[in-house]
């Protein structure tokens, strides 16, 4: 997936990522995981989630200059 072309915008699209805030205020590439999102606990207070072996796949995105238009891929 080099080059993308856009339906509506008949023009190249430009490649790029969604920004995710982690721990700490830290910028990293957005990521999909299959399946539902599950909770961990620890005595009883909802911590966060966690991927428990899921695959997770860093997404990539493609975004059309004239018209704005996004195409998503977890690669």
């Given at each position: ?15 790029g990522y969604i920004a995710d805030y982690a721990d700490h ?29 899921h695959p997770v796949r860093r997404i ?16």
């Amino acid at each position: 997936m080099n080059t993308h072309t856009c339906r509506s915008g008949q023009t190249t699209m430009e490649k790029g990522y969604i920004a995710d805030y982690a721990d700490h205020n830290n910028l990293r590439q957005a990521e999909w995981v299959e399946g539902q999102p599950e909770r961990y606990t620890l005595l009883g207070v909802k911590l966060g989630i966690t991927t428990k072996g899921h695959p997770v796949r860093r997404i990539t995105v493609w975004r059309c200059p004239r018209c704005g238009f996004l195409e998503h891929y977890a690669l």
